[in-house]
């Protein structure tokens, strides 16, 4: 079952297993338990060993549901796993990810689905962690993507959290460039949000999805930095591409930080919402991401990335309307107004653009700047 990922149902202890359903056993618990104080926090509470955590969360209830915990069967537990395209590692078996293994607050077991390589491959100086805003702009995604696909391409394994925006740019990218895993909030036999099922299957075949909580287990808010704080402790560096002020992502690379973990962040424009806690990370002291060269320098080593590769040679007329994207006219009307040319004009203009790589319309005809390097004429 699952044997490209390296491991079964039978690579976790009982023990261990027991854990991760009583984990979610507690789940609506650990929700109305969770605030913002010290000692209160997601990962502070699932530091707990099994007794603690039970008193923590539902002191009613202590002996019933450790009672309950206790009896459940082996055999059970792994026929769910099996019933569900499932497989578990634990801390007591060689192929536990070695990021993990350094953490109080770290699972002890990883319950999993899909077979794009062995989990034992997931080591901290050989994996990339990419978050970001689930409201991302244009920009914030075309950079997600881009990194994803140049850090997977080294060789690097990409981790992030399938959530829309920013994670979802990430693993896309990972995937046309090398391998991926995705960390969830539920069980790992669900994809959410539902709307990535698509994207879910495409790791599924090429990568790992992951959790800490058994199949069937339903998102819940305190789930989200609980899978943060996996994210943060499997990688050498975590990289914010985009990120508002109090956002979640800033969380992950808090995390990220108390690990001991390299943190960088990606700048963006200053006048808007979605770039204000990245460049609040780099002013305090973040490494500064502008392409992927900038992350493989600090973890594989300076050189290992080959020279970026430009994209195709554009004349002068072209060069106008593509620096008149860049400094801000996203729309055919902005840039003819901008360079006093004909609209007609600007739209092929904007149009072969497109078609050599260099810029991304929407929907709604707004054009925007993608990470292709230029390549002016002389």
């Excluded at 209830?61 to 009672?67: A, G, K, N, T």
């Excluded at 740019?169 to 790992?188: F, K, Q």
């Excluded at 985009?242 to 963006?268: K, W, Y």
Aim: with cysteine; glycine share 12%; hydrophobic share 40%.
């Amino acid at each position: 079952m699952m044997a490209g990922a390296g491991v079964t149902a039978e690579s976790a202890c009982a023990s261990c297993l027991r854990r991760s359903w009583l984990i979610a056993r507690l789940s609506p618990n650990i929700e109305v338990s969770c605030d913002d104080r010290p000692g209160r926090r997601t990962p502070e509470l699932l530091r707990l060993g099994d007794s603690e955590l039970v008193e923590a969360v539902a002191p009613r209830q202590v002996d019933v549901i450790l009672s309950e915990n206790a009896e459940l069967a082996e055999g059970w537990m792994r026929g769910v796993l099996a019933d569900t395209g499932c497989w578990a590692c634990c801390e007591h078996d060689e192929r536990f990810p070695d990021g993990l293994g350094d953490g109080a607050d770290a699972p002890r077991t990883l319950i999993g689905r899909g077979d794009g390589f062995p989990l034992a491959e997931i080591t901290v100086n050989s994996a990339v962690t990419l978050v970001g805003s689930r409201r991302a702009t244009g920009y914030g995604l075309e950079v997600a993507r881009s990194l994803g696909r140049e850090i997977a391409a080294t060789g690097l394994t990409v981790v992030s959290g399938m959530a829309l925006g920013i994670d979802g740019a990430a693993h896309r990218g990972a995937l046309e460039g090398g391998r991926t895993v995705a960390v969830l909030a539920c069980g790992p036999d669900r994809a959410y949000p539902v709307s990535h099922s698509r994207l879910y299957r495409q790791i599924l075949e090429r990568g790992l999805v992951i959790s800490e909580v058994p199949p069937g287990t339903k998102p819940r808010r305190w789930g989200f930095p609980a899978r943060n704080r996996i994210m943060a402790a499997l990688s050498q560096m975590t990289v914010v591409v985009e990120a508002a002020h109090r956002s979640g992502s800033l969380i992950t690379a808090e995390m990220a930080g108390d690990a001991g973990r390299e943190v960088g962040a990606v700048p963006g424009q200053v006048t808007i919402g979605p770039a204000a806690g990245t460049n609040e990370l780099i002013a305090s002291g973040a490494a500064l991401v502008r392409d992927a060269r900038d992350v493989i320098d600090r973890v594989i080593g300076i050189g290992a990335l080959p020279p970026a590769v430009s994209g195709p040679e554009i004349d002068q007329g072209l060069d106008s309307i593509l620096d008149a994207v860049e400094r801000g006219c996203d729309t055919v009307d902005a840039v003819a107004d901008l360079l006093a040319r004909d609209a007609t004009e600007v739209a092929i203009g904007l149009a072969r653009l497109e078609v050599l790589g260099y810029l991304d319309c929407s929907i709604t005809g707004t054009y925007t700047r993608t990470a292709q390097p230029g390549c002016r004429r002389s």
